[in-house]
Structures are given as structure tokens and as C-alpha cells.
């Protein structure tokens, strides 16, 4: 069973900073791409936009509202993704989503499987 758990949400003044984590767990065999998602309040598409994605080997994508102000890295060795986001903006505001691209076991082919967290809030209020 494979779980992925997001934490470092919370609240946060415009301008400000957080750092999400999403940690994987469980049976896995090799992580292929990690990534962010968000899903702004009121908004219908499930699990939202992509934030920000990192391959295996640490190429990074990221969606041009977060560039220069999003920071995406991995822990490879822990099987732990961070997302740094700095001069956050009200716009900003939304439930992130972690997602991997993941195969739990060595079969051939190796059975890449999505995965998504349960999302952590970040919520920018002055």
C-alpha cells in the first residue's frame, strides 16, 4: 500500500513564505515523476492546476504564475518532495495536492501507477 502525505500547509500573510512536504510511503520500487497540484476554492477541475513537477533525474516544470517564487525538490534516498514558495499571493491561496508516478514492486514492465495525497491547505490572509 502506497501513501502520500502532505504537511506544511497553514496560513500565511501575502509575501510570505511556506514549504510543503510529501512524504511516500509504503511498498514502492521506484519513484518516476513527483509533483504539485492545486485546486483553488470554488474551482471545479479536480485536483486543479500543476504547480510544479520533478522528474527522477531533477528536471523541473513549473507553471508560469509560480516561476521565480516556487522552489520544487526531492529527497530521493527518503522518497520526500518539497515545494519552497516564497512572496506567496493571494492568488496563491488554494488546497495543494501532491502527486507520484510511482511502481510498487519490480514487475516487467515496471506497473507505474498515479498517486495522489490527501492535500494540505494554504490559505494567504492579511
Known amino acids: 500500500q502506497v501513501q502520500l502525505v502532505e504537511s506544511g500547509g497553514g496560513l500565511v500573510q501575502p509575501g510570505g513564505s511556506l514549504r510543503l512536504s510529501c512524504a511516500a510511503s509504503?511498498?514502492?520500487?521506484?519513484?518516476?515523476?513527483m509533483a504539485w497540484y492545486r485546486q483553488a476554492p470554488g474551482k471545479q477541475r479536480e485536483r486543479g492546476e500543476l504547480?510544479?513537477?520533478?522528474?527522477?533525474?531533477?528536471?523541473?516544470t513549473f507553471a508560469d504564475s509560480v516561476k521565480g517564487r516556487f522552489t520544487i525538490s526531492r529527497d530521493n534516498a527518503k522518497d520526500i518532495m518539497y515545494l519552497q514558495m516564497n512572496r506567496l499571493t493571494f492568488a496563491d491561496a488554494a488546497i495543494y495536492y501532491c502527486?507520484?508516478?510511482?511502481?510498487?514492486?519490480?514487475?516487467?514492465?515496471?506497473?507505474?501507477?498515479?498517486?495522489w495525497g490527501q492535500g494540505t491547505p494554504v490559505t494567504v490572509s492579511s
Open positions: 502527486f507520484a508516478l510511482l511502481a510498487p514492486t519490480d514487475q516487467t514492465p515496471l506497473p507505474f501507477t498515479h498517486y
Open positions: 509504503g511498498t514502492i520500487f521506484k519513484i518516476n515523476q
Open positions: 504547480v510544479a513537477a520533478i522528474a527522477s533525474g531533477g528536471e523541473t
